[in-house]
């Protein structure tokens, strides 16, 4: 029965965090993909989001031009949608790229996640 829950909160997870990455790629340049990570157990406390960017030029461009910081918000805006608060996004949002991961973990993205 718990299993069943849990499954059914990460469907409605991935359909907030996708309407929030599609978003994100029309106004966020360099901006490519998200994923995210929870513990059922602990719900939204556990929730860390990574958002990926094509290059660091694009990662830096996108923190010091307030793209990141919207990113965050219309990401905790979706998640509000069905129920989960984050007071505090910036504890559970972070910004990668690609260029990291290729040069530091040789493009293996589940290794690099794991490390974090």
């Known amino acids: 029965m718990v299993r ?12 907030a965090l996708t309407r929030a990455c599609e978003k994100a790629k029309l106004h966020v340049e ?15 406390d556990s929730l860390v989001i990574t958002c990926v ?22 990401i905790a805006a979706q998640l509000k949608r069905i129920n989960i608060t984050l ?3 910036d504890k559970h949002i972070f ?8 040069e530091e973990h040789n493009s293996d993205w589940q290794r690099r996640l794991a490390a974090h």
């Not at 993909?33 to 157990?41: E, G, R, V």
């Not at 290059?55 to 830096?60: K, L, V």
Request: hydrophobic residues 30%; proline residues 3%; contains cysteine.
């Open 53 to 74: 960017f094509e290059t660091r030029e694009h990662q830096t461009q996108a923190i010091e031009s307030g793209d990141f910081a919207y990113l965050q918000e219309l």
């Open 4 to 15: 069943k829950a849990h499954k059914k909160q990460e469907e409605k997870i991935i359909k």
């Open 87 to 89: 007071s505090t996004p």
């Open 30 to 44: 360099g901006f490519i993909w998200l994923t995210h990570h929870i513990n059922p157990s602990y719900a939204s």
């Open 95 to 102: 910004a990668d790229n690609e260029q990291a991961c290729h």
